[in-house]
């Protein structure tokens, strides 16, 4: 583990999901893009395994299934196992072309979204109580496409809940979009304070799964 410091994320970042071809975005998302995930995942490690309260390990996406379409998104995740975070519920900071996002996630891999499921049907309404307003939820995690939670009707959470229990390729996502042009993405200690703010507010739902 280094001791860097996270300094910004700047135009040229997102400028890299302009490429076109696998080999030349994959290449410039490797030396632009990937040193700072890096850092970020070892800069936030020591505090969300304090705030979890148990070991948490840093996984920056290597996007090695790929054989043809370059990545539209790429990502930092931090899970409670060493060898890997799909099959956990986890923790995730990446960028879009058009934003940056902090997120808590249960993807289609994760047997743990069963439980998520019968749990959010239960207690959506306290959800909605402890997760803010502007944070948004989706529904697919490849996908830049998501719901505020101000503009969610009730059904929307019995829905997401049902078809986390019985849709094997369901997944649940939740968090804080921070759009490109945004300066907090160019001040590197606020956003970092903003990523653990964020991922305090998203430890409910982390241990909702469990």
């Keep these: 583990m280094n001791n860097v410091e996270f300094k910004r994320f700047d135009s040229k970042d997102f400028d890299v999901f302009t490429i076109d071809g696998l080999e030349p975005r994959m290449d410039a998302l490797i030396q632009t893009i990937r040193p700072k995930l890096t850092t970020i995942g ?80 239960t207690d959506w309404k306290k959800v909605k109580q402890m997760i803010p307003d502007e944070f948004y939820w989706s529904t697919d995690h490849m996908s830049p496409q998501a719901n505020i939670q101000g503009e969610l009707d009730d ?40 990523v653990e703010q964020t991922f305090e507010q998203l430890l409910p739902l982390y241990r909702m799964a469990f």
């Design 42 to 121: 070892e800069q936030i490690q020591p505090y969300l395994a304090t705030l979890c309260g148990e070991e948490m390990y840093v996984h920056v996406a290597k996007h090695a299934r790929r054989t043809v379409n370059p990545p539209k998104d790429t990502w930092v995740a931090w899970a409670s196992n060493k060898r890997g975070y799909k099959a956990l519920p986890h923790f995730e900071v990446g960028m879009f072309g058009s934003h940056v996002f902090i997120v808590f996630a249960i993807i289609y891999e994760s047997p743990r979204k069963v439980d998520f499921g019968k749990a959010l049907q």
């Design 155 to 194: 059904q929307y959470w019995l829905d997401t809940a049902e078809r986390l229990q019985h849709v094997k390729k369901s997944e649940i996502v939740c968090g804080l979009r921070i759009e490109k042009d945004d300066p907090l993405l160019q001040d590197g200690k606020a956003f970092i304070e903003k």
